[in-house]
């Protein structure tokens, strides 16, 4: 079983600048990654990213360019296809299916994953997953009918951003009321070819010639729609939720302290699985990697000075 004194599990811009970090105070680490490249959700960023100054990047693909040149550079090692599988939190053991780990502390850089929809597992090839851009691939949509489902920013953007290029757009959403920032909002419902059904809840799905067959019920009645496409913009989840129970806040993401600390306080969590949508941004989890990897260096510190008196 190998000793750290952090485990970073996740390889996305969180995970990595907390490695930096580490490196930098000297703090033995590890970063395990379960995919085989790092940057986690940059690649699917297919807009100009200029809130991460001092550069203005034209897509996540030219950020990861740079990130991958800045890991090689300060030589981080990552280590690649290594899924996580089990926390014990008692004895502070870390197990992925390719080793054990003893780590005094743990990130948790693992991202979010897109809440899905079960009804519509018999329709998957009407379904635009999470990675569909309605920036760079809305030309795709072209006079196409499409169903988006949700009431979040992410919903609310897609049907602005599909608006100028599908034929027409119905917004489902399960409450009645929006979650989405109001700009966002005022804007879908000013859109012409945009229907928008609140109190709705999709019943099934159904292939249908060259189309999927969707039915809904309302407050008042069952109705059914016709579409090219179906796009699910529910909400994301943490993507440890699978395997370690920690206490989440009402949007459904991990509860930290100031720290980010959750309520083990050998492990902490960053970036967007401690953030939700509403505060998801780069620069942010690049500033809690530096507090985390800081707060741990100081613990660490404590503990010792405690030991020698």
Request: hydrophobic content about 40%; charged content about 20%; aromatic content about 6%.
């Amino acid at each position: 079983m190998e000793h750290v004194q952090v485990l970073i599990i996740g390889a996305g811009i969180a995970g990595i600048s907390t490695a930096i970090w580490c490196k930098r105070l000297g703090l033995s680490y590890a970063v395990i990654e379960q995919h085989d490249r790092l940057g986690g959700q940059i690649s699917h960023i297919h807009s100009r990213i200029w809130d991460l100054p001092p550069r203005v990047y034209k897509d996540g693909e030219e950020l990861l360019k740079e990130l991958l040149h800045t890991v090689q550079e300060l030589d981080i090692p990552i280590r690649f296809q290594e899924k996580l599988n089990q926390i014990d939190t008692t004895g502070k053991q870390v197990i992925t299916d390719k080793q054990s780990y003893r780590a005094d502390y743990v990130v948790l850089a693992t991202g979010v994953r897109q809440v899905t929809l079960p009804v519509l597992d018999q329709v998957s090839s009407y379904v635009l997953g999470p990675y569909f851009s309605t920036t760079a691939q809305a030309g795709l949509l072209h006079q196409k009918d499409v169903m988006v489902i949700g009431g979040g920013d992410r919903a609310l953007e897609s049907v602005c951003n599909l608006s100028p290029h599908a034929s027409h757009i119905w917004l489902l959403v399960r409450n009645g009321h929006f979650r989405a920032r109001e700009e966002w909002v005022a804007k879908a419902c000013l859109l012409p070819n945009v229907t928008i059904l609140m109190h709705t809840e999709v019943e099934n799905a159904i292939a249908m010639d060259d189309r999927c067959l969707v039915t809904f019920h309302t407050k008042s009645a069952s109705q059914q729609i016709s579409v090219d496409w179906i796009m699910p913009r529910i909400g994301v989840t943490s993507q440890t939720n699978d395997i370690i129970n920690l206490p989440q806040g009402d949007m459904g993401f991990i509860q930290v302290d100031e720290f980010q600390r959750t309520v083990n306080p050998w492990m902490y969590s960053i970036g967007d699985s401690a953030n939700g949508s509403l505060y998801s941004s780069l620069s942010l989890a690049i500033g809690q990697a530096m507090k985390t990897a800081k707060h741990i260096s100081l613990c660490i510190k404590e503990a010792k000075d405690v030991h020698l008196s």
